[in-house]
């Protein structure tokens, strides 16, 4: 079992930067990828950023050159540095691991066998 502890969330005024971290419980297996999601009120969960174990990354087009997501293994944490924030960024920031040997990392929320309970960002204009 593993668990998922997301931190670094807060109120920011747009234009902005936060680094959210995740730190999970257990070291994750070799081959597995991690993932930030965020969900906005009334809004269904979008994936933001992933990582393959072995550094390969993937971003949403709306967030590319203002997200970086990066991992220590020896440390179990993933983090996000988030740049030049905008308003539409406002969500609950969440954390995923999804064990098991990965070519092409899911983007699917539901493919993600662990989260964490979220951190909340907010962006003010």
């Known amino acids: 079992q593993v668990q998922l502890v997301e931190s670094g969330g807060g109120s920011v005024q747009a234009g902005g930067s936060l680094t959210l971290s995740c730190k999970a419980s257990a070291a994750t297996y070799s081959s597995r990828c991690m993932a930030w999601f965020r969900q906005a009120p009334g809004k269904e969960r979008e994936g933001v950023a992933i990582i393959r174990f072995d550094g390969v990354t993937t971003y949403t087009e709306f967030v590319k050159g203002r997200f970086t997501i990066s991992q220590d293994n020896a440390k179990n944490t993933l983090n996000l540095q988030i740049d030049s924030l905008k308003p539409e960024d406002t969500a609950m920031y969440y954390c995923?691991?999804?064990?098991?040997?990965?070519?092409?990392?899911?983007?699917?929320?539901?493919?993600?066998?662990?989260w964490g309970q979220g951190t909340q960002v907010t962006v003010s204009s």
């Open positions: 995923a691991a999804a064990l098991g040997t990965w070519y092409f990392c899911p983007t699917r929320p539901g493919m993600y066998n662990y």
